[in-house]
């Protein structure tokens, strides 16, 4: 199976910070990358797919970037509501696989 | 919008069955478009995804693949999820998620199932 490693596994910031998330995969993967966020006690919201396309409803602070084996989440100006777990995930090759979180914190 | 819940027992033996139920609103499992999927978490650790049905079958995670079987009840638009010979490491968050084959666009809010006798 295809391994993704998230860097950093957390992330002090603040409010307005321009925070990056990288995902690296184990092996080429083109652009079957998804980004996702999780609240506690919450399903996971989409906000990324095919490693660039922002979800319908996602605010456009949010931005995905890459192909192969690296990729990062940006956004741009953290807002309140988006401290929270975020996870990659790839679906170029089965089984699916995630990456094991990057939990961004105050 | 598409509403996915996940249902069934909180505490399972080791060694007996898992069996759990996603009911489905706004949309049908019986849909050709979409796939439908299992996915979990245990406590403080990444996601993992199980397995999934679709019209034309299922797939399955190899790491689970002989314990693990996917069904769909059109008549009560659900799918369920069955576990067998399950330890104390299938204790986890189990979410339902709904996808295309490739990202899950919705989910459940997941439920807890702990093994231990």
């Known amino acids: 199976a295809i391994q993704l490693t998230q860097s950093p596994s957390s992330l002090p910031a603040s409010v307005g910070d321009r925070v990056t998330i990288t995902c690296r995969a184990s092996?080429?993967?083109?652009?079957?990358l998804a980004w996702y966020q999780q609240k506690p006690g919450k399903g996971l919201k989409v906000l990324i797919y095919?490693?660039?396309s922002l979800e319908s409803g996602v605010p456009s602070r949010f931005s995905g970037s890459g192909s192969g084996t690296d990729f990062t989440l940006t956004i741009s100006s953290l807002q309140p509501e988006d401290f929270a777990t975020y996870y990659c995930?790839?679906?170029?090759?089965?089984?699916?696989?995630f990456g094991q979180g990057t939990k961004l914190e105050i | 919008q598409v509403q996915l819940q996940e249902s069934g027992p909180g505490l399972v033996k080791p060694s007996q069955t898992l069996s759990l139920t996603c009911s489905v609103s706004?949309?049908?499992?019986?849909?050709?478009?979409?796939?439908w999927s299992w996915i979990r978490q245990p406590a403080g650790k990444g996601l993992e995804w199980i397995g999934r049905?679709?019209?034309?079958?299922?797939t399955y995670n190899p790491s689970l693949n002989s314990r693990v079987t996917i069904s769909v009840d059109t008549s009560k638009n659900q799918f369920s999820l069955k576990l067998s010979s399950v330890t104390a490491a299938d204790t986890a968050v189990y979410y339902c998620?709904?996808?295309?084959?490739?990202?899950?666009?919705?989910w459940g809010r997941g439920t807890l199932v702990t093994v231990s006798s």
């Open positions: 998620a709904r996808d295309q084959g490739d990202h899950f666009q919705h």
């Open positions: 092996q080429g993967i083109r652009s079957a």
């Open positions: 995930q790839q679906y170029n090759s089965h089984p699916d696989t």
């Open positions: 049905i679709y019209t034309s079958g299922t």
């Open positions: 095919d490693a660039s």
């Open positions: 706004g949309g049908s499992v019986s849909s050709g478009s979409y796939y």
